[in-house]
């Protein structure tokens, strides 16, 4: 059981790593499609508690607003 919780939370923060990720390497539009598919594959590894945690952290990542000028860099990259 204590090995299972520790597995949870590790892969909870492994999850959240994803978005943090996302959001430094994607245009806020491909960064929110993103963190859909995130969400949609997290939701069949975490409790419901960690999922909810999960949601809550994307939100508030979707939230931010990236810099103009890492912005203009991402769509020069074709990252949009």
Same mark, same amino acid.
């Given at each position: 059981?204590?090995?299972? +919780?520790?597995? /949870? ?8 790593e ?18 859909l598919? +995130?969400?949609?594959?997290?939701? /069949? +590894? ?7 945690k ?6 508030e990542?979707?939230?931010?607003? +990236? ?5 203009q ?8």
């Amino acid at each position: 059981m204590q090995g299972e +919780i520790v597995l /949870n939370e590790q892969m909870l923060q492994a999850c959240k790593e994803l978005v943090d990720d996302a959001k430094m390497g994607c245009a806020d539009l491909v960064f929110k499609e993103v963190c859909l598919e +995130i969400l949609s594959r997290a939701r /069949n +590894i975490l409790t419901e508690k960690q999922f909810r945690k999960l949601v809550a952290y994307a939100a508030e990542r979707m939230k931010e607003k +990236i810099p103009f000028e890492l912005q203009q860099e991402l769509m020069a990259r074709g990252k949009v």
